[in-house]
């Protein structure tokens, strides 16, 4: 038997109400962001079938068009920041926003409700972007520590485990992420 709606979930629609009833104008961040938490939360205690589905077909309505794709692009751009600063401090942000964006795509975002044909293709490019960055990052990247992988990240999120240096000591790692305030650069 389905649960009652969990808490993530009755907040996220909320969200996602309010943006369509707002013509599907708004900010999209804080939907993407806890996305992981959400799959987490209906593979854990399931919800009717038919609510996650009218979620799924709502969310990509909203995400797929008009200014929340900007704010989607927007969020990957911001994935692709960090990855950039992945031999410094950015890298256990960019694998965070990367498995958001990973379970988004796989999970949740059905781009038949896309307005635009080509949306699809710019999301998949930055992707592809993201991938790459992060990839080239990997040799001198501060590994993620095990503990602070997500429980829900699978091998096939392998940005987790890409760092190179997977035996860099604390010090080295701890120089990289805090490079700034160390006045390293």
């Known amino acids: 038997m389905p649960s009652s709606d969990s808490s ?6 909320g969200k996602l109400e309010a943006l369509q009833e707002k ?17 987490l ?3 854990n205690s399931p919800l009717d079938p038919e609510k996650v589905t009218r979620f799924k077909s709502l969310l990509s309505e909203v995400l797929t068009n008009g200014n929340n794709f900007k704010h989607l692009r927007h969020y990957t751009d911001l994935c692709s920041s960090f990855a950039e600063r992945g031999r410094l401090d950015g890298f256990e942000n960019a694998c965070l926003m990367r498995s958001s964006l990973k379970i988004l795509d796989e ?7 896309s307005e635009y044909p080509r949306n ?11 991938d790459e960055i992060l ?9 993620v520590r095990e503990k602070d992988i997500p429980e829900w990240a699978d091998q096939s999120h392998w940005w987790w485990w890409a760092p190179k240096c997977q035996d ?5 790692r701890y120089d990289r992420i805090h490079y700034e305030e160390l006045g390293l650069w």
């Open 8 to 13: 993530i979930f009755k907040f996220l629609y």
């Open 23 to 39: 013509g599907g104008e708004g900010r999209a961040t804080i939907i993407i962001d806890n996305i992981p938490s959400l799959h």
């Open 41 to 43: 939360e209906l593979r």
């Open 107 to 113: 999970e949740y975002l059905d781009w038949s409700k």
């Open 120 to 130: 699809r293709n710019l999301f998949k490019e930055d992707l592809e972007y993201i």
């Open 135 to 143: 990839e080239e990052v990997s040799d001198e990247a501060p590994p």
């Open 168 to 172: 860099m000591s604390e010090a080295e």
